[in-house]
């Protein structure tokens, strides 16, 4: 099955500062790759999507690249605040067998912004 | 307001004794899922169901059973609980086929402390 492994697992970064999540994903057919971010004893949002078919993604200051070659896809905040305080994490996308298509999550990062 | 519940939020049980969280949504969405979340490790599906009757394993699914006799409700049943089962659990729906979705909802979560 996918495997999704995603670095670093903490990072803090001073306000205003970039922070950059890695994730690299094992199967080549997977097409879609959303990120979630998890605020403390929250449940999961989605925050940014990116389909295979697209190198890059942008909305306001989260963009997400995407490397099909290399197998792997980024987080990019910038101008980073306090309140993107959170656990983010990537996941993987890929059609199983019976039509459904089925998502692997890494296993987070826990940002810290620090004023 | 479209969104998923689930019951209880809370719960300690001990080893052995039948429980059963429930979800539901008001979206009248096809597919549901059941995530376990641990730290270090992510979510990680334990099942999912692409509609009525239709109900498949995901990575996680030992010692779990799930039910989807209605569109809206997907419980998830622990026969003989563990205290490996001490996990946060969250209930998600979509409209579109498992993570391809930028309408993928997840519920508020349930903590189970198995003792």
């Known amino acids: 099955g996918e495997n999704v492994e995603q670095h670093p697992s903490t990072l803090s970064v001073q306000e205003g500062d970039s922070a950059v999540i890695k994730c690299t994903y094992s199967?080549?057919?997977?097409?879609?790759f959303p990120w979630y971010k998890q605020e403390l004893g929250k449940r999961p949002q989605l925050i940014i999507d990116?389909?295979?078919?697209?190198g890059e993604k942008k909305d306001q200051r989260i963009a997400v690249t995407l490397n099909k070659t290399a197998k792997h896809f980024s987080l990019h905040i910038t101008e980073t605040q306090p309140e993107d305080s959170a656990v983010y994490f990537c996941?993987?996308?890929?059609?199983?067998?019976?039509?459904?298509?089925?998502?692997?999550f890494g296993t987070g990062t826990k940002l810290q912004v620090i004023p | 307001e479209a969104q998923v519940t689930q019951n209880p939020r809370y719960l300690i049980t001990v080893t052995g004794k039948k429980l059963t969280v429930t979800c539901s949504q008001n979206?009248?969405?096809?597919?549901m899922s059941w995530y376990r979340q641990d730290p270090g490790l992510g979510l990680r599906q334990i099942y999912y169901?692409?509609?009525?009757?239709?109900?498949d394993k995901g990575d996680v699914p030992e010692g779990y059973k799930v039910s989807r006799k209605e569109k809206r409700n997907f419980p998830l049943i622990l026969e003989s609980p563990s205290p490996n089962q001490t996990s946060l659990y969250f209930c998600?729906?979509?409209?579109?086929?498992?993570?391809?979705?930028?309408?993928?909802?997840f519920g508020p979560g349930t903590r189970l402390t198995v003792l």
């Open positions: 998600a729906s979509s409209s579109l086929p498992g993570g391809l979705s930028d309408t993928q909802y």
């Open positions: 199967d080549s057919a997977s097409n879609y």
């Open positions: 990116i389909r295979s078919n697209v």
């Open positions: 996941a993987a996308s890929i059609m199983d067998s019976g039509g459904y298509q089925k998502v692997t």
């Open positions: 979206m009248n969405h096809e597919y």
């Open positions: 169901s692409m509609n009525v009757e239709a109900t």
